[in-house]
Each structure stands twice: as structure tokens, then as C-alpha cells.
């Protein structure tokens, strides 16, 4: 009788890894069938992609940018509005130039060790040559909008030292790593997109392929946890239960949060910083709200125990889970519009 149940056990566990093996094919498959070039796919050249056509166009939007309905913001010239709508466009993009290319050192490292066979180095390897694209496409962006923008502040950028070591040793808390920083990045050009407020081409070309390719690199963090965390003993699920919101809550900040020399830049008032990082009741939503996905995940793999929701909670980033990946948040009834 054990050695049945064995049996069943066994036979379950190849299943998963076929399931696993199929999924990661198709999202290679995804990568082989619908990829994108940024030489070929922007229209850099294009008169309207100049950065100084229509600058107006550079002012932040209203809908999806908590400081550009800010009236601090709005109460600003349009030719301030637009320098600094330039500057934070920019800024933004090289802080995902960064943490992609600390992605790819310590994702580099993973398929590095990974046995022959192992359809995760397949998949790796074709997001790897993806996220080199994407740095080309987001390091063109700013320099076409010529702003000396630093990307990350000085003690975030010494993150990247701890990518490779974490990869190799700790691969469950690269790969939450990993969502942390690509679901703010995600959850802000979405928001950017589906407002159907203008912007400019450059910055709607970047992130329409970004958002598009993006996704697989995030299904594929998800997928990448289903599959090892379950496999993890019981303590170390437990660490990972904690470690999780806290990485989100680092990273995340780090992500979200533009550098010190912004603020300096355009004398944005202590009050204001405050309250839009993370101050007022919206900012905090705001920022909890990129995680809902993430909750989700937590949840579906065993890592939301009651001392980990408390953790959560502690961050001030529990709250709703998404029922399906990538969900447009609805109004929240009493929330502020």
C-alpha cells in the first residue's frame, strides 16, 4: 500500500514537471512568434517622435500619475509642466534599464547551473536577449529626450551587488525580487495605456512593447514559484512567507520612488514628496495596489499565513488579491475618484 501511494506521489510529480516543461514551451514559443526589435519597431526618426514636437505632449497625465493631478503639478507653467513631465519620463525609464540589466546578471547566473534538459534555460535565455532589448530601447528614450537623469538613488543601485549571490543560493527570492520590480514598472504603463489620455510617441512605442513582452517575464516569475516553493521545506516556506512583502515593500519603493536629485531638480516642496511617497491615503492605495497580483500568488502557494499577512499589513501593502492576472482595478467604493 505505501509503495502505491509512492507510486501516485511519483507519477504526480512527473506530471507537474510536464506541466511545468509545457507551459515554459509555450511561453518560448510566445517569444519565437511575437518579439519585438526597438530599431525596427520605433519610429525614432518619424517627425512627430522628435522630443520637441508637440511638446505638451510630455505634460504627465492626469488619470495615472499621482503627481500629475497633484495641484502642486497642475499648478505649475505648461513649459514647467513639461520639463518636468520630460525629466520623470526619463528617469523612469532609466530605473528600468537598470533593474533590468541586475535581472540579467543574476538570471544569467540561474541558467548558469541549470542540468542539461532543463526547459528553463530555453525560456531564460530568449527573456535574457528580450531584457537587452529593452535597455537599448528604454537608454535610446532618454537620450532622445536628453535629460542627465540617474535612474535609481545611490544606496538602491547597491542592490545590484547582491544579484548574483541571491540567484545562485536563494532562486525563490531572486525570482520575488524579480516581481518586485517588474509589476510597479507594469502596473504604471498599463495604467498609462488604458487611461487613453495622449502622450508621447516615443514614451507610447516603448511601453506598448514593453507591456507586451512584459508580460511573459512576469508569467514566467509566477510560474517559476508555483512550481519550486511547494517543493521547499516547511521552514523554509515560512521564511519565504516573510521575506516575501518585504522584498516587495523594498524594491517596490525603490522602483516607484524617483531619486532625491528629482525633488532638488524642480523645488518640489518636503509636503508634496510626502504626501505622493507615501504620505496620503491615496499614495499608500496606490502603491498597495501594485501587489495584487502578488498577493494572489502568495496566497495560492502557501506563503500567506497569519504571521505573514500580518507583515503585510505592517508594510501597509495588504489589501485586495486579483482574480485573475493583470486585473484593471474597479473603484472602490468610498475611495476617493
Not at 61 to 89: C, F, M, N
Request: aromatic share 10%; hydrophobic share 45%; proline share 6%.
Amino acid at each position: 500500500m505505501t509503495s502505491s501511494a509512492t507510486t501516485v506521489s511519483d507519477d504526480q510529480l512527473v506530471a507537474q514537471a510536464q506541466e511545468y516543461a509545457d507551459k515554459l514551451l509555450l511561453l518560448s514559443e510566445g517569444s519565437v512568434n511575437r518579439h519585438f526589435d526597438p530599431f525596427e519597431d520605433i519610429d525614432w526618426d518619424h517627425p512627430d517622435f522628435d522630443v520637441n514636437t508637440r511638446p505638451e505632449r510630455w505634460i504627465l497625465p492626469v488619470s495615472a500619475d499621482t503627481l500629475g493631478r497633484h495641484p502642486w503639478y497642475q499648478a505649475l507653467s505648461e513649459q514647467e509642466k513639461i520639463d518636468l513631465g520630460k525629466y520623470r519620463q526619463a528617469n523612469v525609464a532609466k530605473v528600468g534599464l537598470q533593474f533590468e540589466a541586475i535581472l540579467i546578471s543574476g538570471m544569467m547566473q540561474h541558467v548558469f547551473g541549470l542540468a542539461n534538459g532543463d526547459p528553463e534555460f530555453r525560456y531564460c535565455s530568449h527573456e535574457m536577449i528580450e531584457e537587452h532589448n529593452h535597455t537599448l530601447m528604454f537608454q535610446e528614450m532618454v537620450n532622445r529626450i536628453g535629460v542627465d537623469v540617474p535612474g535609481m538613488g545611490p544606496l538602491v543601485r547597491q542592490l545590484r551587488h547582491l544579484a548574483v549571490p541571491v540567484a545562485v543560493a536563494f532562486p525563490n527570492l531572486f525570482f520575488m525580487a524579480v516581481l518586485a520590480g517588474e509589476e510597479p514598472i507594469d502596473h504604471i504603463q498599463k495604467d498609462i495605456l488604458r487611461s487613453g489620455e495622449e502622450v508621447h510617441p516615443i514614451m507610447r512605442g516603448v511601453m506598448a512593447i514593453h507591456v507586451a513582452e512584459e508580460a511573459r517575464h512576469i508569467s514566467f516569475a509566477h510560474e517559476f514559484l508555483k512550481q519550486h516553493v511547494p517543493e521547499s521545506s516547511r521552514r523554509n516556506k515560512f521564511v519565504l512567507s516573510l521575506a516575501m512583502p518585504l522584498v516587495m515593500w523594498i524594491l517596490g519603493r525603490a522602483i516607484a520612488t524617483p531619486p532625491k536629485t528629482f525633488f532638488e531638480e524642480f523645488d518640489i516642496p518636503k509636503s508634496v514628496r510626502k504626501e505622493l511617497f507615501y504620505g496620503s491615503a491615496e499614495a499608500k492605495r496606490t502603491f498597495s495596489d501594485y501587489f495584487g497580483d502578488v498577493r494572489a500568488l502568495a496566497a495560492e502557494i502557501g506563503l500567506m499565513n497569519p504571521v505573514a499577512k500580518r507583515v503585510w499589513k505592517m508594510l501597509g501593502i495588504a489589501g485586495h488579491s486579483t482574480r485573475y492576472r493583470s486585473e484593471p482595478l474597479r473603484a472602490v467604493p468610498g475611495a476617493a475618484a
